[in-house]
Antibody
Framework: EVHLVESGGGLVQPGGSLRLSCAGS????????MNWLRQAPGKGLEWVAG????????PYATSVKGRFVISRDNSKNALFLEMSNLRVDDTATYYC??????????????WGQGTPVIVSS | SSELTQPPSVSVTPGETARITCSGD??????AVWYQQKAGQAPTLVIY???ERPTGIPERFSGSSSGTTVTLTISGVQAEDEADYYC????????????FGGGTRLTVL
């Protein structure tokens, strides 16, 4: 069974940093692009960042560009999100997800269970 | 425009048909997908490529597309279908972006 498990969330002060991790299992991790997505409390879903299989493409949402860095370690089936200069509006549950599809349409399947990030003083 | 518009809420009684729409200029160019998110849980995929149903998703879930609108139809709604539903599209060529609709809360009365 395909499984994704996030970790690393927590409480951090504005301007602080946090590193999220996502462990993949049940599939050939190195063959799939991956995404980070988030959901603020009571709000909708937002794509945050993506990474290609070889890490040669790492697009970001405008809201996090220059502050967040996505990376992966295919030897460890792991995905990471390094978040810095965090703001109150970065407060959200962060999900990792496996990217499926092709140039006609892409989607996330499955999603991890999420890890909460709270940015507050 | 890269926005997707959904109604905030839809209410039906058990056994009825629920239809949730999602509109956006990008939809004719890219397939859309639908996610179901039950309270306190992560989203799960229920429809991909406008009309395809993943393994394990009940047949009462179906998708359709017409022009700039895609529709998620749930026939014979059951209490367990009460959830938030999100449409999503993406363009991974040119200006890379993923976009979600604002979500529709399906209430089973």
């Amino acid at each position: 069974e395909v499984h994704l498990v996030e970790s690393g969330g927590g409480l951090v002060q504005p301007g602080g940093s946090l590193r999220l991790s996502c462990a993949g299992s049940g599939f050939i991790f190195k063959n799939f692009a991956m995404n980070w997505l988030r959901q603020a409390p009571g709000k909708g879903l937002e794509w945050v960042a993506g990474i290609s299989v070889e890490s040669d493409a790492t697009p970001y949402a405008t809201s996090v560009k220059g502050r967040f860095v996505i990376s992966r370690d295919n030897s460890k089936n792991a995905l990471f999100l390094e978040m810095s200069n965090l703001r109150v509006d970065d407060t959200a549950t962060y999900y990792c997800g496996r990217v499926r599809g092709d140039r006609t349409g892409v989607y996330v399947d499955p999603w991890g269970q999420g890890t909460p990030v709270i940015v507050s003083s | 425009s890269s926005e997707l518009t959904q109604p905030p809420s839809v209410s039906v009684t058990p056994g009825e048909t629920a239809r949730i729409t999602c509109s956006g200029d990008a939809l004719p160019k890219q397939y859309a997908v639908w996610y179901q998110q039950k309270a306190g849980q992560a989203p799960t995929l229920v429809i991909y490529k406008d009309t395809e149903r993943p393994t394990g998703i009940p047949e009462r879930f179906s998708g359709s597309s017409s022009g700039t609108t895609v529709t998620l139809t749930i026939s014979g709604v059951q209490a367990e279908d009460e959830a938030d539903y999100y449409c999503q599209s993406a363009d991974i060529s040119g200006t890379y972006f993923w976009v979600f609709g604002g979500g529709t809360r399906l209430t089973v009365l």
